[in-house]
């Protein structure tokens, strides 16, 4: 009776302690939860010193319960990316698959497929590091393994595992349809070793995304990506000619028509096939307004009439060019295979040029040499526009000095 009474007591001057004030303070709080993290440390490398998987699962369930996760996981991943550098593969191997098996702790998932990637990469192990790999992309949402994969292809790459990379890529965009970030870095780095194993595989690579039914916008923003890394390749140039078709017909987003509207465009320029180029022209680029089709129309047609050994004809689409162009409201032109910006009077002294060449050929000096004239004042006005020590102005100086002016 005496005992209860005394219990009683005791309770009812704790509730007094708390309610007057004398609650842990956050100092006492934090002293406390360093003293159990601390706690949680020694028995995590005790476990991992043992080598032992039931002592190391005991530790982490302790860890995760009595710590809080942001400092329970650093902890947790310390003690076993310490394990395999001292070569406990197996013990780690089972310790994580244990963790990623349970669905007590979801943000445990992340840490231990990042440990996974790193103990089969040490261990040297490739085929349990690509079934890892192929099994993070199936058990972890979008956000979460975009981040992780990228860092393990990345390793990958530094260790020129590159047969691996490319196999393990493609099974990864051809089964992560329905996870755009996934999807895009699979076929980017599956892309990318294409090319770099053969350029010319660029065409084929982008035709097998879509015949595996990958958005066509991605397979467009690809395109995109190696397009003028390849314009002194004509016969890529033509193969995308073909291709391009195939990725228009395939979507109805406006910014990829574009983008592959123009690089067909460049690539019907680049091999000479004019007629595509002023067919497209004349059919009209999605995203393209009426100015920017006055001023590329007429020069694409003077070349047409170039490619048919007809001069003044082509004179005569190339003044209708220049025309359009004094009259346009835009006023720089960028190279985006050089990166080098044209000025309006740079454009109209090179073209003034590409005029002169012509009459030379036919030959009809008198207007070959009025055009050189035309040439010389434009490129003189274009002078005075660009900027001292750029690399437009030793691209400029070199084209009139090759002029002749």
């Known amino acids: 009776m005496k005992q209860n009474i005394l219990g009683c007591r005791v309770g009812i001057f704790l509730l007094a302690a708390v309610f007057s004030g004398c609650a842990p303070s956050p100092e006492q709080l934090a002293a406390r939860e360093e003293k159990v993290r601390a706690a949680c440390e020694r028995q995590l490398s005790a476990a991992a010193a043992a080598k032992s998987l039931p002592d190391l699962q005991k530790a982490i369930e302790k860890t995760l319960a009595k710590v809080s996760s942001a400092s329970a996981l650093p902890l947790i991943q310390q003690t076993l990316e310490r394990m395999i550098g001292e070569g406990q593969y197996g013990v780690v191997e089972q310790v994580t698959d244990d963790m990623i098996s349970t669905g007590k702790k979801p943000e445990l998932h992340a840490l231990a497929f990042a440990t996974q990637f790193k103990c089969h990469s040490a261990a040297k192990d490739w085929p349990k590091l690509q079934k890892a790999i192929l099994n993070c992309a199936t058990r972890l949402p979008d956000a979460a393994t975009e981040p992780l994969l990228s860092q393990i292809f990345a390793a990958l790459k530094r260790d020129q595992q590159l047969e691996l990379l490319e196999k393990t890529s493609q099974q990864l965009y051809q089964g992560s349809l329905s996870k755009p970030r996934l999807l895009g870095l699979a076929t980017t780095t599956w892309v990318g070793l294409c090319v770099e194993k053969d350029r010319q595989l660029l065409p084929a690579s982008l035709e097998k995304l879509l015949t595996d039914k990958v958005p066509a916008e991605n397979v467009a923003m690809l395109l995109d990506r190696y397009f003028y890394e390849m314009t002194e390749n004509k016969e890529i140039m033509k193969k995308i000619s073909v291709l391009g078709p195939k990725i228009l017909a395939a979507t109805q987003n406006k910014i990829a028509q574009e983008s592959v509207s123009l690089r067909m465009l460049d690539s019907a320029f680049l091999t000479d096939n004019f007629d595509l180029a ?27 009439e170039l490619a048919k050994n007809k001069p003044l004809e082509a ?12 009259n346009a409201k835009h006023v720089d032109e960028m190279d985006p295979t050089t990166g080098l910006v044209y000025n309006r009077e740079w454009v109209l002294g090179r073209n003034a040029i590409r005029i002169a060449k012509i009459y030379a050929s036919i030959p009809d ?41």
């Open 365 to 405: 000096e008198a207007n070959q040499k009025k055009a050189l004239k035309e040439a010389e004042e434009f490129f003189k006005v274009a002078l005075t526009k660009v900027n001292p020590g750029s690399k437009e102005i030793t691209a400029l100086t070199q084209e009139i000095k090759a002029a002749g002016f």
């Open 315 to 326: 004179i005569a689409y190339f003044r209708q060019f220049m025309t359009a162009w004094q």
């Open 278 to 304: 002023v067919a497209m022209l004349e059919k009209g680029v999605p995203g393209k307004d009426a100015e920017w089709h006055a001023t590329t129309l007429p020069k694409v047609k003077g070349h047409l």
